[in-house]
């Protein structure tokens, strides 16, 4: 089992920044592949990242978010970070954390909603001109 809590969501500027945070407990994160999602308003959620815990390797940033979106991990507070730099409007949404025990081969094609087992509650981002 693995409980995961989402912080860091805020009202910003155009351009500016934030690092979302995601603490797990309950398991550590070891063979787990963990995926940030987000979702705004009438629209479905959508897998931003994807990054396999052991080792620090990234799997996957969306079009929509590379080169500005990075996700990092601190081992020793079992915590997964998502620092947004040169944020939009359209980056406004719920950001949601979510992972699964997985080999790293199936991480490699996770990026569905229904490829992850636990979920946070979210944390709101909004982005304003």
């Known amino acids: 089992q693995v409980q995961l809590v989402e912080s860091g969501g805020d009202s910003v500027q155009v351009g500016g920044s934030l690092r979302l945070s995601c603490v797990a407990s309950g398991d550590s994160f070891r063979r787990t592949c963990v995926g940030w999602f987000r979702q705004a308003p009438g629209k479905e959620r959508e897998q931003i990242a994807r990054?396999?815990?052991?080792?620090?390797?990234?799997?996957y940033y969306a079009d929509s978010v590379k080169g500005r979106f990075t996700f990092t991990q601190d081992n020793a507070k079992n915590t997964l970070y998502l620092q947004m730099n040169s944020l939009k409007p359209e980056d406004t949404a719920m950001y949601y954390c979510a992972a699964i025990q997985r080999a790293l081969r199936d991480c490699r094609v996770a990026g569905a909603v229904a490829d992850f087992k636990y979920w946070g509650q979210g944390t709101q981002v909004t982005v304003s001109s």
């Open positions: 990054f396999y815990a052991p080792g620090d390797l990234a799997m």
